[in-house]
């Protein structure tokens, strides 16, 4: 085993001992104030959505990004799943479930592009500078579909809402397309 395969090793079982810390902090402290566990469910779940994330990008030997998309996309809506029923059981006089008609479109709205941008990577093998100005050229549809959703109205209402988010999202798409093209020819 090599020196650095060890530190990581070392590293990765620090970041879980602090882990399992706050996770056992975070359920006493619920246990004791509420004789049950009420909020520590989303808590916890956002520990667990968070430290495998943490896990897959920081401690993944190859395709980091991949292994971090791949729990994302597994574990999402999961912890929305988390979210809803413990607001709805512990938190509200009239449950809201918002889960299927607006968590899991944007969820997967999202997973769509994570995985297009990985595709546009990987397949076609474009450089950096290319592959940034895509990821922001593909956001735009993202956007406005999650603000879409969200705010349940139309897309004219979202576009005149989300302008400059959108005007943004296409300066860095061109300059990340040009900044591929001088990437190229400096090669």
């Known amino acids: 085993m090599k020196n650095s395969d060890k530190k990581v090793n070392v590293g990765r079982k620090f970041f879980w001992i602090l882990f399992f810390l706050a996770f056992a902090i975070t359920g006493f402290t619920n246990f004791a104030i509420d004789h049950q566990f009420t909020w520590f469910r989303i808590v916890g779940s956002a520990l667990i959505f968070g430290g495998s994330l943490l896990d897959a990008l920081l401690f993944s030997k190859n395709y980091r990004v991949i292994h971090s998309v791949s729990v994302f996309t597994v574990l999402i809506v999961p912890f929305f799943m988390v979210i809803e029923r413990t607001v709805n059981t512990y938190f509200l006089d009239a449950p809201i ?4 008609p607006i968590g899991l479109p944007i969820a997967l709205t999202w997973i769509a592009y994570f995985w297009a941008n990985i595709g546009v990577r990987k397949i076609l093998h474009w450089n950096m500078g290319s592959c940034l100005g895509i990821a922001s050229l593909l956001a735009i549809p993202a956007v406005l579909i999650t603000n879409t959703i ?33 990437m190229r020819k400096r090669n």
């Open 97 to 100: 479930y918002w889960l299927f």
């Open 150 to 182: 969200a705010n349940q109205t139309t897309v004219y209402n979202i576009i005149e809402m989300s302008f400059i988010t959108i005007v943004t999202l296409l300066a860095c798409g061109g300059l990340g397309l040009i900044a591929g093209l001088f």
